[in-house]
């Protein structure tokens, strides 16, 4: 796993496997405790992914919004690219969603929460701490 500070861009192999991915602009700035995603009613304008509170020690929300219906994954990866958790998973309406995360079972350390649909993908950080 390779941090890019200049762009802000986190890059990683999958175990023993030829996968590569990188989890584009990791920000520290904005919101503090988590990233909001607004749940208010109203058309969906923008692919949205939010967790909130962004360091937790038991469980966390997960937040994310559709522009347009369609096949939508939402999962939770430790730094090394082992899946830890999928929170949805399936064909989704356009719209705001929510799902809970609950991070009790989980060790310690920095999670990455995936959110892809076929037109974008989306990463945020999740601390886990004890």
Request: charged fraction near 25%; aromatic fraction near 12%.
């Amino acid at each position: 796993m390779v941090y890019c500070r200049y762009h802000r861009y986190l890059f990683a192999t999958k175990g023993h496997s030829d996968e590569f991915w990188s989890y584009g602009k990791l920000t520290n700035y904005g919101i503090q405790g988590g990233d909001v995603v607004n749940l208010s009613d109203g058309p969906v304008k923008r692919f949205e992914l939010g967790v909130w509170p962004s360091i937790t020690r038991d469980r966390a929300e997960v937040k994310y919004a559709l522009p347009r219906a369609g096949r939508v994954m939402v999962r939770l990866f430790d730094v090394s690219g082992r899946q830890a958790a999928v929170l949805a998973e399936g064909w989704h309406e356009s719209g705001r969603y929510s799902a809970n995360v609950e991070t009790s079972h989980l060790a310690q350390g920095i999670y990455l929460l995936k959110c892809e649909t076929a037109d974008n993908v989306k990463t945020r950080k999740l601390v886990v701490q004890r």
